[in-house]
């Protein structure tokens, strides 16, 4: 089984920034695409970002100028630089890794919270 662990939620006022981090195991980051989703209370999980195995990345609208996604192999960390909250950002984050054959990921971190108050 596959662990990863999200850590760095927390709360923080709107405008400020916060980076939440995964540490995973070391093949995953180099066999492996990673992304970030968040699932906000009353709705669905949606993918905030994703990084490919070749360090491609993509971002949700809603984060776009805002986020960051970023790895570092060496520390087998994958981190979500998050700047400018919102309080339309506030979910649980959840880190994942390798989509499958039906493009989903198949492994899913336990989630950390992140409250922007206003």
């Known amino acids: 089984q596959v662990q990863l662990v999200e850590s760095g939620g927390g709360s923080v006022q709107a405008g400020g920034s916060l980076k939440v981090s995964c540490a995973a195991p070391?093949?995953?980051?180099?066999?492996?695409?990673m992304g970030w989703y968040r699932q906000a209370p009353g709705k669905e999980r949606e993918l905030v970002s994703s990084?490919?195995?070749?360090?491609?990345?993509t971002y949700a609208d809603s984060v776009k100028g805002r986020f960051t996604i970023s790895r570092d192999k060496a520390k087998n960390m994958l981190y979500l630089q998050m700047n400018s909250l919102k309080t339309e950002d506030t979910a649980v984050y959840y880190c994942?890794?390798?989509?499958?054959?039906?493009?989903?990921?198949?492994?899913w971190g336990q989630g950390t919270q992140v409250t922007v108050s206003s």
């Open positions: 994942a890794a390798c989509l499958n054959q039906y493009n989903r990921y198949a492994y």
């Open positions: 070391k093949y995953i980051f180099t066999t492996c695409g």
């Open positions: 990084i490919s195995r070749n360090g491609f990345t």
